[in-house]
């Protein structure tokens, strides 16, 4: 097999393992990508991810990260939501979870997957003759995922900062399989955002201080998930009922309308959309039962109740009053904080004229 019959044969593969689509580049193939990154660490937008200004060099430029490399394998795996993601943030009493953490973590099963294609990848080249090594990434490793995939043309940086297709839309997952084969490489794909700006007028946090770039600190997801301490009071009204990432500005995106099905059945919705009552009297051993195998466990059950004593805080429903006093005396300083901000801004409403 020539390089061009084996980048073919892997591709195949990739599909056939339940990618939906795969493209390649060269390691070399972001020179913008260290330089925007270290601006934005600079401007300190990436909040408390400390890990996000750490192996700048790394993340900055993947042939850094691994000299050997001469190929960059970019995946997608498909995550499209059954319904409306964005019809839960009308229902006060109960939780927005964002899709990507509706069903199992997309970290267990796009690796497995990245995994399985990997060790084929070898036994094939092996075959032929050819030495391989592999490396395969997803989300963690410092690596610049929506750059690498913009770059192997698997679509491209829209205003959101995140990468859209214009064959399955918004919402997919990449993984990245960095291989020592020089494979043939796919161009880069170019923007088709066109003057559409849906993405920046829909964020509630005003998270964009100019398109393509994302403030982490203002953006919901940072906020629910990464952030650990008290979230300033101005965010926290600003943030509704979503407890767990946030979906806005994906959800909107017109290409969506390309969106395929998601092809692997864990993600499926197992979450939905649980009341805040029950959500805020989980205690530890409720929170990691009932979350175990999701991505919301890894937040643990401080922070978890913390997001939905805001959302209490925001519901405007008298009747969420009592719960919220029920967590004023919670051992955790910010559980508790989170508390006394909901039952103040529940009371207002209780004492005012029409309550
Ligand atoms: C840190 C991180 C976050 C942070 C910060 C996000 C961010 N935009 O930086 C937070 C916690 C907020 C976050 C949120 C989400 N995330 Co996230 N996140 C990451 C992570 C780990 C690193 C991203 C990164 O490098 N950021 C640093 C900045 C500097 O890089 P960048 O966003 O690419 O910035 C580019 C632009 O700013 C642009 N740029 C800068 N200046 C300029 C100027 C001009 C003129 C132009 C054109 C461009 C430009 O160039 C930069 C470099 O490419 C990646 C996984 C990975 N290892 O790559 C997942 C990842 C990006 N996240 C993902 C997802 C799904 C999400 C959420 C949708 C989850 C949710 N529903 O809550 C949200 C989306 C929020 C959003 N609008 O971005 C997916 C995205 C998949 C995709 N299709 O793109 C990834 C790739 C994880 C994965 N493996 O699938 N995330
Ligand atoms: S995920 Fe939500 S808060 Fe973050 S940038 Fe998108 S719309 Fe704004
Ligand atoms: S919503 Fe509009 S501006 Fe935002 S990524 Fe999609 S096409 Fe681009």
Known sequence: ???????????????????????????????????????????????DMGWMAERMGWRGDPSALWPEARTIIMLAEVYTPEGDPL????????????????G???????????KRLGR????????????????VFVDTAPVMEKPLGQAAGLGWQGRHT??????????????????????????????????????????PTGAFPAPYQLDARRCISYLTIEHKGPVAKDLRALMGNRIYGCDDCLAVCPWNKFAVAARETGYAARVGAPELAELATLDDAGFRARFSGSPVKRIGRDRFVRNV??????SGLERL???????????????????????????????????
């Open 309 to 314: 004593l805001y959302a209490i805080g925001n």
């Open 1 to 47: 097999m020539n390089g061009a019959e084996f980048k073919a044969a892997i591709t195949s593969r990739a599909l056939a393992e339940g990618f939906s689509a795969v493209g390649y580049c060269a390691p070399g193939a972001i020179p913008e990508a260290a330089g925007r990154l270290a601006s934005f660490v600079a401007a300190g937008r990436q909040g």
């Open 162 to 203: 995140n990468l859209v297709s214009r064959e399955l839309g918004s919402w997919f997952f990449l993984g990245a399989i960095f291989s020592t084969l020089d494979l043939p490489k796919d161009e880069a794909e170019r923007d088709h955002c066109g003057s559409c700006r849906a993405c920046l007028d829909i964020c």
């Open 321 to 355: 009053l009592p719960v919220a006093a029920g967590l004023v005396g919670d051992p955790d300083p910010v559980v508790a904080d989170a508390a006394r901000w909901a039952v103040g801004r529940l009371s207002v409403i209780t004492n005012s004229p029409e309550g």
């Open 104 to 114: 199992r973590d997309y970290h267990d099963l796009v690796k497995k997957r990245l």
């Open 120 to 135: 084929w990848l070898i036994e094939e080249a092996e075959k032929g003759s050819l030495p391989a090594e592999i490396k």
């Open 87 to 102: 019809a839960v943030l009308g229902e006060r009493d109960r939780a927005a979870v964002s899709v990507y953490a509706q």
